[in-house]
C-alpha cells in the first residue's frame, strides 16, 4: 500500500521542515509543495554544505519527482536562478521537476507592490499575487502555454495582463515541458499505490484562516491547505506529521507580529546565536522565545496532528534550566486555549513550568537511551501537553543528525 504523507509546521515557519523532508523523501515517489511562494525557506545541510531552497521542494536532494502545486504562488525569474544555481551543484532539477498548470504567478508588479506592505511581509510579492488570485486577475503557469497561442483565440478584454506580460511568459516557455495538470497525476499515482510526501511552507500560526491574523501569511499553510493547494482529497491523506523546535522563533519585518513567550535577554540572545537563527530567505534575526504549547496544541488540534517531531534540541545545550509555556494570563485571567487573534495575543502574558537543562551535549547522539535524562523528560513533558506522540528529535544541522524517539 502506498501512502501520503504531508509535513507541516506547527509555530511560526523555520522549524526544519526542510530537513525533515529530506529525511523522509528516501521512501517518496513524489515530494509536492501545495502553498506559499519564495517567501519560504528550507534549508538542508549535507556532508557539511548548506543548501537553501524556496521554491523547489526538499525532495529534490534524494533524486525524487517534485511537484509544485496549485497553491503555490511563483516568481518565475527567481525559480529559474533557483533551478540553476542547484544544476551548477551538480544537482538534476528540471528532469526532475513537475508543476501546476494552476499554480498562480508572482508578477514583477507584485513585487513592487509588496514592497509597501504594512504587514511586515518579505517584500517578494506573496500577498499581491495571492490578491490578484482572489481578485481573478492574476496569471497562472498554465498562461505561459496560453501566450503561444494566436492571438485571436485569447479574449484580451478578459485577460489583459496576458499581453502585459506576454514577454515575461515567453521568456519562461522552456519550464512547458514541466507543466501538468498535478491534480489528475498525484491522483492517478495514489491510485496506483505510489508514495507521496507532502511539504508545507511557514506553519500554522501564520496560517490566513487560524494563525495569528492579521499577522499572517498569505495562505493556508495548515493541513487543511492541501486539499486545495494539490487536488488530493481529504480521506486520501494518511499521516500528518507536524514539526516544532524546541523552542520557538518568529522573523518579521517590524516585530509586530505576536509571541509570546520572547526572550529579549541573555537567554534569548544565547538560543538565538547557538541556533543560527536568521531568516534562510530575509537574512533577519529571528525573535526567540521559550516553548509555546498553547500554540503547539492548537496547532496539532487544527492539523490533526498523527505524530510530532522535535527539531534543535541540541541548541538548549548548557542552560541551567529551561521553561515551557503552559497557558496565557489575559487581563488577570489563566487561559489554556489559544485565541487566533493577532491583536489579543499581544495582550498576553506566558505561565510558564520550569524544568531543569542538561550537562553536556545532545550532538552526535543517535539513540534516545543516550539523551540525557533531563533532554528526555523535557521532549516528554512537552509530548504530555500537546497531547501527540513525539517520534523523532533532531540534534543538529546536517541530515544524519536525528533521533528515532521510543
Not at 537553501?52 to 534524494?62: K, M, R, T, V
Not at 517584500?123 to 494566436?150: F, M
Not at 520550569?354 to 540525557?372: E, F, Q
Not at 497531547?387 to 546536517?398: A, F, H, K, S, Y
Request: glycine residues 10%.
Amino acid at each position: 500500500m502506498g501512502y501520503v504523507k504531508a509535513v507541516v509546521g506547527t509555530q511560526y515557519g523555520d522549524e526544519g521542515k526542510g530537513k525533515i523532508v529530506d529525511q523522509l523523501a528516501k521512501d517518496a515517489d513524489y515530494v509536492v509543495r501545495f502553498q506559499g511562494g519564495n517567501n519560504a525557506g528550507h534549508t538542508i545541510v549535507i556532508d557539511g554544505e548548506e543548501h537553501i531552497l524556496h521554491f523547489i521542494p526538499a525532495g529534490i536532494f534524494q533524486g525524487k519527482t517534485c511537484v509544485i502545486g496549485n497553491g503555490a504562488v511563483l516568481d518565475l525569474d527567481k525559480l529559474k536562478e533557483e533551478v540553476i544555481g542547484l544544476e551548477q551543484r551538480g544537482v538534476s532539477v528540471l528532469e526532475n521537476l513537475l508543476i501546476s498548470e494552476n499554480a498562480h504567478l508572482i508578477l514583477p508588479s507584485h513585487v513592487e507592490e509588496s514592497k509597501t506592505d504594512k504587514i511586515g511581509g518579505t517584500g517578494r510579492g506573496i500577498a499581491p499575487a495571492y490578491t490578484s488570485k482572489s481578485n481573478k486577475t492574476g496569471l497562472r503557469v498554465r498562461d505561459i502555454i496560453n501566450v503561444q497561442c494566436p492571438i485571436d483565440q485569447v479574449d484580451l478584454d478578459a485577460r489583459p495582463n496576458l499581453t502585459l506580460f506576454r514577454d515575461y511568459l515567453l521568456k519562461h516557455s522552456y519550464l512547458m515541458p514541466n507543466i501538468v495538470n498535478v491534480a489528475k497525476m498525484l491522483n492517478f499515482e495514489i491510485d496506483m499505490e505510489k508514495n507521496i510526501l507532502i511539504e508545507g511552507a511557514q506553519a500554522t500560526g501564520l496560517d490566513i484562516d487560524h494563525g495569528e491574523y492579521p499577522f499572517v501569511t498569505s495562505s493556508n499553510c495548515s493541513a487543511g491547505g492541501i486539499c486545495t493547494g494539490t487536488g488530493i482529497g481529504p480521506t486520501r491523506i494518511t499521516d500528518i506529521i507536524g514539526v516544532a523546535k524546541a523552542y520557538v522563533t518568529r522573523v518579521d519585518r517590524d516585530g509586530s507580529g505576536p509571541l509570546v513567550t520572547q526572550l529579549d535577554g541573555w537567554h534569548g540572545e544565547f538560543i538565538r546565536k547557538q541556533g543560527n537563527e536568521y531568516g534562510a530567505t530575509t537574512k533577519r534575526p529571528r525573535r526567540v522565545g521559550w516553548f509555546d504549547a498553547v500554540l503547539t496544541r492548537h496547532s496539532a488540534m487544527i492539523n490533526d496532528l498523527d505524530e510530532l517531531i522535535i527539531t534543535k534540541l541540541d541548541i538548549l545545550d548548557g542552560l541551567d534550566e529551561l521553561k515551557i509555556c503552559t497557558a496565557y494570563e489575559l487581563d488577570g485571567e489563566i487561559i489554556y486555549d489559544y485565541p487566533s487573534d493577532g491583536i489579543v495575543l499581544r495582550q498576553c502574558s506566558p505561565v510558564y513550568e520550569t524544568m531543569p537543562g542538561w550537562k553536556g551535549s545532545v550532538k552526535g547522539i543517535r539513540s534516545s537511551r543516550d539523551l540525557p535524562i533531563e533532554a528526555v523528560r523535557y521532549v516528554k513533558r512537552i509530548e504530555d501537553l500537546v497531547n501527540v506522540p513525539i517520534t523523532m528529535v533532531t540534534n543538529g544541522r546536517d541530515r544524519k543528525d536525528y533521533i528515532i524517539f521510543d
